[in-house]
């Protein structure tokens, strides 16, 4: 089906997520929608498959006005997304995933959905079976799950965004064959990324948006990179190098050979000398978290280090952070701290000892949103019966000061914005911290702040202390690590100087290719 | 072993109108509400229902009126909570209380008034059986009812399309809704059908297991049917389970006062409450982190059926319980 | 919801100022008008004449000053567990248990007083409350201990309590503590007249009471606005785990925070025995806890405004004392016109919220 949209609208707050924009999806045909964080893609889809409603503009299905009260409507009209993190229930199994609020036309009974499930599954390549519970599911298969009820609701036209990124190298491999055959079939595919080769790769079409604008329409792939590049970036492509770029969070296939510079580790060598003082040993360490395990670990951290955990969501990175920060105490083995035998210390000896840890989600355990940033700083002061309310007022003023934050001392940090945030628990971390273990430090972060959060990291490095960080995104460990642990399925990799890897081998490690070769 | 028999019978109706209010509690909790109101919609069901039978001389109106009552007070508990963004526990306990007092101030003229109850209703044939027709089959169609409402609930939740969509609430409001599934709307039907049942709860009460009506008549039930779903781990079978056992316990409780009679009465009424949330804290004892570590390092022989034990017991409530859903 | 900076704010300071009033206005207004609206229908529904319910119910208590004593004595125990229960709201849990913690205060209260009757009466009175305090502190840990060891529901936890506390009760008074000749379930012996807390003339008004209670009150709200402790307790009950990650003992605290619950719910259960009943009976509580619990959601755990609410509840619960005799209603209206004030405050509370997303 053809989905054209016209004058489109959308703002939260003063941003202007869409800002009029006019497209035309032709039917049979896989098309691109590119722009790098926060330039509004998703929220383009979301409007076009009725989880947001325009604030003013056309959308026309086939050439009909449609009004979306919601994305039920839009499945009824045809159109169908499949989210990042897919909206199924852990609790079912996929046949129930897939009855659930389906409309009776689709499965006039629960044997039929059986073998709807099995048969689409079958012809798109996917591993289904119908009883395994959601939960128990990679998101991979979840993602496929999503694509097979959608189309058996009657989706025409399906909407995938940012697909690939949790998934394995195969699963992916999988998905595109599939959706290749959907657009041979008739189908309309969305597909939005800021990749640009699985772009190339899959689109026939391929639009860029940029602070919520249309910068290129429709254009025919494949196109030149650097084009897209500069569409993508517009004026600061002028400054183009790889450091940019990965600064940015493209991805850019790297010619072989090339080195690529990196920011701010000029002077330190990848190799740790061996009279650098260790923050993090852990010996022979075995522990287990939910259905993830790490066995016999060996890991020497010294100061002054960044390193990068790399690997699938709940490979065991999670894992391997909480057992730096002492939230999670191991089976069997020893972890040292600053030298010292901290095996089954309590948090706050390892707060003690200047060990921060900060989690992916803010609001839900890293602040306390409804109070403000002086409170937060009273929270902070040595115990005592009363808090020093002058002081804290003082701490919080100097760490707006210094790391930028847009809020006043009182402001509750609720109100602020996510980087805002993400500056403001990091000014709480003592200047005395020693090791950082933090998850997904830049996850939602648009590309200034994510850069102002890194060389806040790096100037703490500078003094000495270690960082050790999970991300999804592959950019970002290979421009900030100094060495990266590969993580896959609860099997961990050596210490790897980032040196002597690529993007490329990094994706491949994470998916699992060759890991056996390079895990010791 | 007929004496026995007419105990589980007496069991069986003792148990009735907790099944109502429980399946009623369930229903609102799998789609996602908690209903703290449960004491106070029972106690204002039990007074509604039985003035409007004394009025009208009829059963069923009284349970009818209810049912209505038990819908309105779920309604406000909506309102306030779905739409307007308040603390479900906050409402709840605050009706809860509204509904006691009220049903106090507006009884007080039905005060020990005798009035109409459910007629006796053996089932011809089947009541004449030995043992099963007395434990089951010599009863009222209140109680019949209860039979079967358990059977019904757990077929609706488990096996309709409806019991898909709303587990769906209560375990991922957003995936309901990505689905095309009105939420809040949803949520306020399921919360005001359980509203309805818990009022004839109520009813269940004052028109047939302590008939009449008195200042504070069903005190208490309405915290224990709410407890007894936790107990239940939201699911019927269990929930109703702990229904009879709570009514088994009232009644063993009756008979020990008889032998025990140095001890006073008002100890043997309480007893049944206090075990109730012993085993609660029991159950939730067994499957905390803590203990399942410890099952984790015992011999593998011992593991497997101990693991299957504890989670078998201990469920964990319905993901989205008490939260709000907003729409993107 | 974005500052974009903080001049913005400043510049529109007095608009802010303005529509804050409203709001303050509309937040206190609001409740009345629909408590008022509701009662009066309810009175309407057994053909009493609003007015006339209203006049009692407002101004009863101040007819004459037996009745002002007496409403000062409900008052204070009401303060007491008002100002305890900002504690535990402050620190985010529903402690429903506190009419358990009230008659456990009152049964430890006992203990003293029956044992060494012949002591001084000041030295006996501060045996009792402390005995009382404890009594309720360790009522309190025994549901924080079952919410945080157990995993079970502290409104759940509390309620087994409750009624665990009120068999206690009832065993006490009909088993070892029964009076002289023949046990009754209205209550154990009235304690000897000198052991009664020193009333004003011929009132039932004990000085001591409202002291108790206004000091306590007034040390809660130090506690939670400027001792880092309060801070910690809020943090814990705004979010525990991010509470915990800043180095706060989560559970430490909220454990603390029901214990200091538990301790002013049994120095209420104290006031209960030695100034107004006189005795250990069934209902010693008399319901305060759950009024109590009542006066915190109207107040959202501010423990400032706990004085005045708990003051014109107390007012309501005495004044309807006298509707049976007056009007032939019953009393029970005082409860329902203190729940509808506290449901309307609910609402206009979420319109407020609504209006200010718009």
């Given at each position: 089906?053809?989905?054209?949209?016209?004058?489109?609208?959308?703002?939260?707050?003063?941003?202007?997520?869409?800002?009029?924009?006019?497209?035309?999806?032709?039917?049979?045909?896989?098309?691109?929608?590119?722009?790098e964080?926060?330039?509004?893609?998703s929220?383009?889809?979301?409007?076009?498959?009725?989880?947001?409603?325009?604030?003013?503009?056309?959308?026309?299905?086939?050439g009909?006005?449609?009004?979306?009260?919601?994305?039920?409507?839009a499945?009824?009209?045809?159109?169908?997304?499949v989210?990042?993190?897919?909206?199924?229930?852990?609790?079912?199994?996929?046949?129930?995933?897939l009855?659930?609020?389906?409309?009776?036309?689709a499965?006039p009974?629960r044997?039929?959905?059986?073998?709807?499930?099995?048969?689409?599954?079958?012809?798109?390549?996917?591993?289904?079976?119908?009883?395994?519970?959601?939960?128990?599911?990679?998101?991979?298969?979840?993602?496929?799950?999503?694509?097979?009820?959608?189309?058996?609701?009657?989706?025409?036209?399906?909407?995938?965004?940012?697909?690939?990124?949790?998934i394995?190298?195969?699963?992916?491999?999988?998905?595109?064959?599939?959706?290749?055959q959907?657009?041979?079939?008739?189908?309309?595919?969305?597909f939005?990324?800021?990749k640009?080769?699985?772009?190339?790769?899959?689109?026939?079409?391929?639009?860029?948006?940029?602070?919520?604008?249309l910068?290129?329409?429709q254009?025919?792939?494949?196109?030149?990179?650097?084009?897209?590049?500069?569409?993508?970036?517009g004026?600061?492509?002028?400054?183009?190098?790889?450091?940019?770029?990965?600064?940015?969070?493209?991805?850019v296939?790297?010619?072989?050979?090339?080195?690529?510079?990196?920011?701010?580790?000029?002077?330190?060598?990848?190799?740790?000398?061996?009279?650098?003082?260790?923050?993090?040993?852990?010996?022979?360490?075995?522990?287990?978290?939910?259905m993830?395990?790490?066995?016999?670990?060996?890991l020497?951290?010294?100061?002054?280090?960044v390193?990068?955990?790399?690997?699938?969501?709940?490979?065991?990175?999670?894992?391997?952070?909480r057992?730096?920060?002492?939230?999670?105490?191991?089976?069997s083995?020893?972890?040292?701290?600053?030298?010292?035998?901290?095996t089954?210390?309590?948090?706050?000896?390892?707060?003690?000892?200047?060990?921060?840890?900060l989690?992916?989600?803010?609001?839900?355990?890293?602040?306390?949103g409804?109070?403000s940033?002086?409170?937060h700083?009273?929270?902070?002061?040595?115990?005592?019966?009363?808090?020093?309310?002058?002081?804290?007022?003082?701490?919080?003023?100097?760490?707006?000061?210094?790391?930028?934050?847009?809020?006043?001392?009182?402001t509750p940090?609720?109100?602020?914005s996510?980087?805002?945030?993400?500056?403001?628990?990091?000014a709480?971390?003592?200047?005395a911290?020693r090791?950082?273990?933090?998850?997904?430090?830049?996850?939602?972060l648009?590309?200034?702040?994510a850069?102002g959060?890194?060389?806040r990291l790096?100037?703490?490095?500078?003094?000495?202390?270690?960082?050790?960080?999970?991300?999804?995104?592959?950019?970002?460990?290979?421009?900030y690590?100094?060495?990266?642990?590969?993580?896959f399925?609860?099997?961990?990799?050596?210490?790897?100087?980032?040196?002597?890897?690529?993007?490329?081998?990094?994706?491949?490690?994470i998916?699992?290719?060759?890991?056996?070769?390079?895990?010791? | 072993?007929?004496?026995l028999?007419?105990d589980?019978?007496?069991v069986?109706?003792?148990?009735?109108?907790?099944?109502?209010?429980?399946?009623?509690?369930?229903?609102?909790?799998?789609?996602?509400?908690?209903?703290?109101?449960?004491?106070?919609?029972?106690?204002?069901?039990?007074?509604?229902?039985?003035?409007?039978?004394?009025?009208?001389?009829?059963?069923?109106?009284?349970?009818?009126?209810?049912?209505?009552i038990?819908?309105?007070?779920a309604?406000?508990?909506?309102?306030?909570?779905?739409?307007?963004?308040?603390?479900?526990?906050?409402?709840?306990?605050?009706?809860?209380?509204?509904?006691?007092?009220?049903s106090?101030?507006?009884?007080?003229?039905?005060?020990?008034?005798?009035?109409?109850?459910?007629?006796?209703?053996?089932?011809?044939?089947?009541?004449d059986?030995?043992?099963?027709?007395v434990?089951?089959?010599?009863?009222?169609?209140?109680?019949?009812?209860s039979?079967?409402?358990?059977?019904?609930?757990?077929?609706?939740?488990?096996?309709?399309?409806?019991?898909?969509?709303v587990?769906?609430?209560?375990?991922?409001p957003?995936?309901?809704?990505?689905?095309?599934?009105?939420?809040?709307?949803?949520?306020?039907?399921?919360?005001?059908?359980?509203?309805?049942?818990?009022?004839?709860?109520?009813?269940?009460?004052?028109?047939?297991?302590?008939?009449?009506?008195?200042y504070?008549?069903?005190?208490?039930?309405?915290?224990i049917?709410?407890a007894?779903?936790?107990?239940?781990?939201?699911?019927?079978?269990?929930?109703?389970?702990?229904?009879?056992?709570?009514?088994?316990?009232e009644?063993?409780?009756?008979?020990?006062?008889?032998?025990?009679a140095?001890?006073?009465?008002?100890?043997?009424q309480?007893?049944?409450?206090?075990?109730?949330?012993?085993?609660?804290?029991?159950?939730?004892?067994?499957?905390?982190?803590?203990?399942?570590?410890?099952?984790?390092?015992?011999?593998?022989?011992?593991?497997?059926?101990?693991?299957m034990?504890?989670?078998?017991?201990?469920v964990?409530?319905?993901?989205?319980?008490?939260?709000?859903?907003?729409?993107? | 919801?974005?500052?974009?900076?903080?001049?913005?704010?400043?510049?529109?300071?007095?608009t802010?100022?303005l529509?804050?009033?409203?709001?303050?206005?509309?937040?206190?207004?609001?409740?009345?008008?629909?408590?008022?609206?509701?009662?009066?229908?309810?009175?309407?529904?057994?053909?009493?004449?609003?007015?006339?319910?209203?006049?009692?119910?407002?101004?009863?208590?101040?007819?004459?000053?037996?009745?002002?004593?007496?409403?000062?004595?409900?008052?204070?125990?009401?303060?007491?567990c008002?100002?305890?229960?900002?504690?535990?709201?402050?620190?985010?849990?529903?402690?429903?248990?506190?009419?358990?913690?009230?008659v456990?205060?009152?049964?430890?209260?006992?203990?003293?007083?029956?044992?060494?009757?012949?002591?001084?009466?000041?030295l006996?009175?501060?045996?009792?409350?402390?005995?009382?305090?404890a009594?309720?502190?360790i009522?309190?840990?025994l549901?924080?201990?079952?919410?945080?060891g157990?995993?079970?529901?502290?409104?759940?936890?509390?309620l087994?309590?409750n009624?665990?506390?009120?068999?206690?009760?009832?065993?006490?008074?009909?088993?070892?503590w029964?009076?002289?000749?023949?046990?009754?379930?209205?209550g154990?012996?009235?304690?000897?007249?000198e052991?009664?807390?020193?009333?004003?003339?011929?009132?039932?008004l004990a000085?001591?009471?409202?002291?108790?209670?206004?000091?306590?009150?007034?040390?809660?709200?130090w506690?939670?606005?400027?001792?880092?402790?309060?801070?910690?307790v809020?943090?814990?009950?705004?979010?525990?785990?991010?509470?915990?990650?800043?180095?706060?003992?989560?559970?430490?605290?909220?454990?603390?925070?029901?214990?200091?619950?538990?301790?002013?719910?049994?120095?209420?259960?104290?006031?209960?025995?030695?100034?107004v009943?006189?005795?250990?009976?069934?209902?010693?509580?008399?319901?305060?806890?759950?009024?109590?619990?009542?006066?915190v959601?109207?107040v959202?755990?501010?423990?400032?405004?706990?004085?005045?609410?708990?003051?014109?509840?107390?007012?309501?619960?005495?004044?309807?004392?006298?509707?049976?005799?007056t009007?032939?209603?019953?009393?029970s209206?005082?409860?329902?016109?203190?729940?509808?004030?506290?449901?309307?405050?609910?609402v206009?509370?979420?319109?407020?919220?609504?209006?200010?997303?718009a």
């Open positions: 089906m053809e989905i054209a949209v016209t004058n489109l609208t959308k703002t939260f707050g003063s941003l202007r997520a869409n800002d009029r924009l006019s497209l035309r999806f032709a039917s049979g045909k896989i098309h691109g929608v590119l722009g964080n926060g330039a509004g893609k929220t383009l889809m979301k409007l076009v498959s009725g989880f947001l409603q325009p604030d003013a503009g056309q959308l026309e299905f086939d009909q006005p449609v009004r979306l009260r919601g994305p039920g409507d499945l009824g009209a045809g159109v169908g997304m989210h990042q993190d897919p909206l199924d229930v852990p609790g079912f199994t996929a046949l129930e995933n009855l659930c609020a389906a409309p009776r036309r499965f009974s044997a039929m959905a059986r073998t709807t499930l099995t048969t689409m599954a079958q012809r798109l390549g996917f591993t289904l079976a119908p009883d395994t519970p959601v939960g128990a599911m990679t998101v991979g298969q979840r993602q496929q799950l999503e694509i097979v009820r959608l189309l058996a609701c009657g989706a025409r036209t399906l909407i995938l965004d940012e697909p690939t990124t949790g394995t190298a195969a699963q992916a491999q999988a998905l595109f064959e599939a959706l290749r959907l657009a041979a079939d008739g189908n309309t595919v969305l939005v990324s800021h640009l080769d699985e772009v190339a790769a899959l689109c026939d079409t391929v639009s860029v948006l940029r602070t919520g604008q910068v290129g329409e254009l025919p792939m494949p196109q030149p990179q650097q084009r897209l590049l500069e569409l993508m970036f004026e600061r492509i002028v400054q183009t190098s790889g450091q940019a770029l990965l600064l940015a969070g493209v991805t296939n790297e010619p072989p050979g090339v080195p690529v510079v990196h920011p701010g580790q000029d002077e330190r060598s990848s190799e740790a000398s061996p009279t650098t003082p260790l923050v993090w040993q852990l010996e022979q360490v075995t522990a287990r978290e939910g993830v395990r790490l066995r016999n670990v060996d020497r951290i010294p100061q002054g280090r390193i990068g955990l790399a690997g699938l969501d709940g490979s065991g990175q999670q894992l391997l952070l057992l730096l920060a002492g939230r999670l105490h191991p089976d083995g020893r972890i040292l701290v600053n030298g010292v035998d901290m089954r210390a309590r948090t706050r000896t390892y707060r003690e000892a200047g060990i921060e840890y989690p992916a989600d803010r609001m839900r355990d890293g602040i306390v409804a109070l940033l002086t409170d700083f009273a929270l902070l002061q040595p115990a005592g019966i009363t808090v020093d309310r002058q002081v804290a007022v003082q701490a919080a003023r100097d760490a707006i000061a210094a790391y930028e934050i847009k809020a006043t001392p009182i940090l609720i109100a602020l996510g980087g805002n945030q993400q500056r403001a628990m990091l709480l971390v003592p200047d911290c090791g950082l273990a933090c998850e997904q430090p830049t996850r939602g648009d590309v200034a702040s850069q959060i890194w060389q790096q100037a703490r490095c500078a003094t000495g202390c270690s960082v050790v960080f999970a991300s999804a995104d592959l950019d970002e460990l290979m421009a690590s100094d060495e990266i642990l590969v993580f399925a609860g099997e961990m990799s050596a210490l790897l100087p980032r040196a002597t890897l690529t993007g490329a081998r990094l994706a491949e490690l998916g699992g290719v060759g890991f056996e070769r390079s895990a010791p | 072993m007929n004496q028999a007419i589980l019978g007496a069986l109706a003792a148990a009735s109108p907790l099944i109502f209010a429980t399946m009623g509690a369930l229903l609102s909790e799998r789609s996602g509400v908690i209903n703290l109101s449960l004491d106070g919609t029972i106690m204002l069901g039990a007074m509604g229902g039985f003035t409007v039978a004394l009025v009208t001389s009829s059963v069923p109106l009284g349970f009818g009126a209810a049912a209505l038990g819908a309105a007070i309604l406000i508990l909506c309102i306030l909570s779905l739409t307007l963004g308040q603390s479900q526990t906050a409402v709840g306990f605050v009706l809860a209380l509204l509904g006691i007092e009220l106090s101030f507006l009884g007080a003229p039905v005060v020990r008034v005798p009035g109409p109850s459910v007629p006796f209703l053996p089932i011809p044939l089947l009541a059986l030995p043992i099963v027709g434990i089951f089959f010599r009863h009222n169609l209140l109680i019949y009812l039979f079967l409402l358990v059977p019904f609930i757990w077929w609706m939740l488990f096996h309709t399309r409806m019991g898909l969509t587990r769906a609430l209560g375990e991922r957003a995936a309901a809704f990505a689905r095309g599934v009105p939420v809040t709307r949803m949520r306020y039907l399921m919360c005001i059908l359980g509203g309805a049942l818990v009022g004839i709860a109520g009813a269940a009460y004052s028109l047939d297991l302590r008939q009449g009506w008195s504070r008549h069903t005190f208490g039930m309405g915290w049917a709410l007894i779903v936790i107990f239940g781990g939201w699911r019927p079978w269990r929930v109703a389970f702990g229904c009879y056992l709570f009514a088994a316990l009644i063993v409780a009756l008979r020990s006062q008889r032998t025990m140095g001890v006073p009465t008002q100890v043997f309480v007893a049944p409450f206090v075990l109730m949330i012993l085993v609660l804290a029991l159950v939730n004892l067994v499957s905390s982190p803590q203990a399942l570590r410890r099952i984790a390092s015992l011999p593998p022989i011992l593991r497997g059926p101990v693991a034990l504890v989670s078998r017991l201990a964990a409530a319905p993901a989205a319980l008490g939260q709000r859903f907003e729409r993107p | 919801m974005q500052i974009q900076d903080a001049g913005g704010q400043l510049t529109s300071r007095t802010y100022r529509a804050d009033l409203a709001d303050y206005l509309a937040r206190l207004v609001l409740p009345f008008l629909g408590a008022l609206v509701l009662t009066t229908v309810v009175l309407l529904t057994v053909d009493v004449a609003p007015l006339d319910a209203y006049r009692i119910l407002l101004f009863g208590a101040f007819s004459t000053p037996i009745r002002f004593g007496d409403m000062v004595m409900l008052a204070s125990p009401l303060i007491l008002a100002g305890g229960l900002t504690l535990t709201f402050a620190a985010g849990l529903y402690n429903l248990g506190i009419e358990g913690q009230v456990l205060g009152a049964i430890a209260a006992m203990i003293p007083l029956r044992l060494f009757p012949d002591l001084p009466p000041p006996l009175w501060m045996i009792s409350f402390a005995f009382g305090a009594g309720g502190m009522w309190a840990l549901a924080a201990s079952l919410r945080l157990a995993g079970v529901n502290e409104i759940f936890a509390g087994g309590l009624f665990l506390a009120s068999g206690i009760a009832l065993y006490l008074i009909l088993g070892p029964r009076r002289e000749g023949s046990a009754s379930s209205s154990t012996a009235l304690l000897p007249r052991l009664w807390l020193p009333t004003v003339g011929s009132l039932r000085p001591l009471a409202p002291i108790i209670a206004l000091v306590s009150l007034v040390i809660v709200w506690v939670l606005s400027r001792m880092r402790w309060g801070l910690e809020r943090a814990v009950g705004l979010n525990g785990a991010a509470a915990d990650r800043l180095g706060v003992p989560a559970v430490k605290r909220m454990a603390q925070a029901m214990a200091g619950c538990g301790l002013l719910a049994g120095l209420a259960g104290t006031l209960q025995v030695l100034g009943f006189h005795q250990l009976i069934p209902n010693i509580s008399s319901g305060v806890g759950l009024i109590g619990l009542l006066v959601l109207l959202l755990a501010r423990p400032i405004w706990v004085l005045p609410v708990a003051v014109v509840f107390a007012t309501f619960t005495v004044g309807s004392v006298q509707l049976p005799l009007l032939g209603i019953d009393s209206i005082a409860g329902v016109l203190q729940g509808a004030l506290v449901l309307a405050a609910l206009s509370r979420g319109l407020m919220q609504r209006r200010r997303r």
